[in-house]
């Protein structure tokens, strides 16, 4: 059974950090590309930063220098550090795995997706 958990969700203050975990099972982990997605609250779900196979990797260009993806293959395991948290980065973190080979910010290249984890940046 596929499984991604994701946590480290917290409420911070604006400037703080927080790393977000996502632990899977149920599949190859070094087979599939991950990604990290958020979501505001009533928008639809965007791509904030993708990790492929072979460890390229892929960021939404307004949040490529606050923050940084990257994988565990021996701990199944892909983690997202944030840095100089901003109100306007409050959202629900989702963690996913696609088949593609190259890191992708598209949804729909994503098959297998966790509950989410919540951050809340306030000012």
């Known amino acids: 059974q596929v499984q991604l958990v994701e946590s480290g969700g917290d409420s911070v203050q604006a400037g703080g950090s927080l790393t977000l975990t996502c632990l899977t099972s149920?599949?190859?982990?070094?087979?599939?590309?991950m990604g990290w997605f958020r979501q505001f609250p009533g928008k639809v779900r965007e791509g904030v930063a993708s990790?492929?196979?072979?460890?390229?990797?892929n960021y939404l260009p307004s949040l490529k220098s606050r923050f940084t993806i990257t994988r565990d293959n021996a701990k199944n395991t892909v983690h997202l550090q944030m840095y100089s948290l901003k109100p306007e980065d409050t959202a629900r973190y989702y963690c996913?795995?696609?088949?593609?080979?190259?890191?992708?910010?598209?949804?729909?290249?994503?098959?297998?997706w966790g509950q989410g984890t919540q951050v809340t940046v306030s000012s």
């Open positions: 990790i492929a196979q072979d460890g390229t990797t």
């Open positions: 149920g599949f190859p982990f070094t087979s599939r590309t």
């Open positions: 996913a795995a696609g088949d593609k080979y190259f890191a992708t910010l598209y949804t729909y290249n994503y098959n297998d």
